[in-house]
């Protein structure tokens, strides 16, 4: 097949998206696929400007606004020039994209329009998954526990006697925790809202669950084998996430829990999955609080895709190596959809 895979972007989780394609890109030429590398920043690469690209790891942060700007001005440029890649030479798009425009929808409805085959899911479900504030109500709709939650502006107050406290702010439209916060005092409520308010126009207030954290993927319908996540602090924020060593979270797949619970955990998943409609795949997070309830925390439609990313670790579990899971994504999404 001939794939392009398209990555980089303009959200704040650009450099995620290239760690993501550093390693989809060589395996999939490996599996004998011609491989086109797509920044939406800049275009399809030349071979040095990829390797040089694809080289870098992520930083313990998340890029900074003029890192995003100038992206945007590239992403920009791209879009008006008459050079750009024809994404029609592919049989299919490989998205390695993560947050904003290229996990809530937008690409992918530009996609559809332009009548071409992509991994993941369509526009509608991306959207739905990205928006968390919908996606709760989505997921109570089905029976899917998950905390309560007000949206900003709310006052102390409110936020008190609704949610409790402590009180997770995060941005609604974001991922890999970009922008979150656990706010214990009160004073600190409106500093947290306003920091959140830098990276979307909507900031959700959320009850801050404690205890062990899992996550569950989906793969063409079917539960993966539950996975833990245990971080170094109290949430598995952006540092834990992407970075080694000390700062990085230790993953368990499978998870060490009773058979039952499993059960429970990979019912709910697919429940999110199928509310949320879905595609081939994504990955749902969950947390046990201390009295052994399960609590949904939110849907990933275009989870990472580095070889230890969490879905691939989960579909490892299950015995499906990367390669496999590579091939399976490629060969679903040109399917009739």
């Not at 309560?148 to 974001?174: C, E, F, R, Y």
């Amino acid at each position: 097949m001939k794939i392009a895979v398209l990555f980089g972007g303009t959200s704040e989780e650009r450099d995620v998206s290239i760690a993501s394609a550093a390693q989809v890109i060589p395996v999939l030429r490996t599996l004998g696929h011609e491989v086109f590398a797509v920044d939406t920043a800049s275009g399809r690469l030349p071979p040095a400007d990829e390797r040089k690209l694809l080289s870098a790891g992520v930083a313990p942060e998340p890029p900074s606004d003029a890192d995003i700007a100038r992206a945007r001005g590239g992403a920009l440029a791209l879009a008006l020039s008459p050079g750009a890649f024809d994404f029609h030479e592919a049989d299919v798009v490989f998205l390695a994209l993560h947050g904003g425009a290229g996990e809530d929808g937008r690409i992918q409805a530009m996609l559809n329009l332009a009548g071409l085959a992509y991994t993941g899911s369509n526009h509608i479900a991306s959207a739905a998954a990205m928006d968390k504030d919908l996606s709760k109500r989505l997921f109570r709709s089905v029976g899917v526990p998950t905390a309560d939650w007000l949206m900003a502006p709310a006052t102390s107050a409110a936020v008190g006697a609704a949610v409790g406290w402590p009180v997770i702010v995060k941005p609604n439209k974001q991922g890999s925790t970009v922008g979150l916060r656990v706010v214990r005092d009160p004073k600190e409520l409106q500093s947290a809202i306003d920091a959140a308010l830098r990276f979307d126009d909507e900031v959700m207030l959320e009850r801050f669950i404690p205890g062990r954290e899992f996550t569950v993927g989906v793969l063409d319908g079917a539960a993966l084998p539950v996975g833990e996540i245990i971080p170094p602090g109290e949430v598995f924020d952006y540092a834990s996430k992407y970075q080694t060593g000390g700062a990085g979270a230790r993953e368990v797949f499978p998870a060490d829990l009773p058979a039952a619970e499993a059960a429970q955990l990979k019912d709910y998943a697919q429940r999110v999955h199928r509310v949320l409609k879905l595609g081939a795949y994504s990955r749902t997070d969950f947390r046990r609080d201390p009295a052994g309830g399960f609590w949904c925390l939110e849907a990933n439609s275009l989870p990472g895709m580095t070889a230890t990313s969490l879905l691939p670790q989960a579909a490892k579990a299950a015995g499906i190596e990367f390669p496999e899971l590579l091939e399976r994504i490629c060969r679903g999404a040109i399917k009739p959809r």
